[in-house]
């Protein structure tokens, strides 16, 4: 359930008509759209997002509000992205990769992977330093996502956590939990059937120095759509997938021709 934005002292800002920005401000926020893929209808809370402490008049005037309710969506929408996209995870294995994705270091990796260093609004005793701290970029980040809540909504905020998270998810999840397929395969196989998960391969192809194996998992007599991979291990770890996604009654991730 969406949050009204008056429900966080937004109201004034809401009622007040978008103040005219100079030419070079105004360029700058259009450029930051573009590369945000997403257009503001009040312009003046990506300027707030933008403005770190040091930039702003007062404290009230900076990101630091914008970041905290950022990072409360963010949260929660990583949680039902990481819900939804992996079933057969166990309540550990989603809170160890919701905390690498919603990490102050994967934030400040997707805010320099948009360029946001270009648009900040910075005081002169920070735009003299080299390089912008990490810190810095992770909050703007996190502020950069309640501002496009506050002014599309819930879903246009989820679809930029979306589009910036994704690869992020997918890598944490694989990179985390992803050597664990098989084990989570035989965790569900040995729970729900009183048996251990056996690997077939199915076929290979390609030169000796470069070869794919297709691979299927076996639980009893019941076979599973095999995957292929550039080596056994990562067939069987894709072959482990497919078959927890069809225990799970969902179509295999992995096709296997």
């Not at 166990?90 to 919701?98: A, I, N, P, W």
């Not at 690498?100 to 330093?129: P, W, Y």
């Not at 009893?220 to 069809?246: I, S, T, V």
Request: proline fraction near 5%; hydrophobic fraction near 35%; include cysteine.
């Amino acid at each position: 359930m969406s949050v009204s934005p008056f429900a966080f002292g937004y109201e004034d800002m809401a009622l007040e008509a978008e103040p005219e920005f100079d030419p070079v401000l105004l360029s700058q926020l259009e450029g930051c759209e573009q590369r945000l893929g997403y257009t503001f209808t009040d312009r003046s809370l990506l300027r707030a997002s933008l403005t770190h402490a040091s930039g702003a008049e007062h404290r009230l005037a900076s990101n630091e509000r914008l970041e905290f309710l950022g990072d409360a969506i963010l949260g929660a929408v990583v949680c039902e992205l990481l819900y939804q996209q992996y079933p057969e995870y166990l309540e550990g294995d989603l809170t160890r990769v919701k905390s690498i994705v919603v990490s102050r270091q994967t934030c400040a990796k997707i805010s320099q992977g948009l360029g946001m260093q270009e648009f900040l609004i910075l005081g002169k005793g920070m735009t003299n330093h080299p390089t912008i701290p990490p810190s810095l970029l992770s909050d703007v980040f996190e502020s950069l996502i309640a501002a496009i809540y506050l002014d599309g909504g819930m879903e246009a905020a989820r679809q930029f956590i979306e589009r910036s998270v994704g690869p992020e998810v997918e890598q944490a999840a694989e990179g985390e939990i992803g050597g664990n397929y098989k084990s989570l395969l035989q965790q569900v196989a040995q729970r729900e059937r009183g048996m251990t998960p056996t690997y077939h391969l199915l076929d290979e192809k390609g030169p000796d120095h470069s070869k794919c194996f297709k691979i299927s998992a076996q639980i009893g007599g019941q076979r599973y759509q095999g995957a292929w991979g550039r080596n056994k291990k990562e067939a069987e770890q894709r072959a482990a997938r497919n078959a927890l996604h069809e225990l799970n009654g969902e179509p295999p991730p992995f096709v296997s021709d």
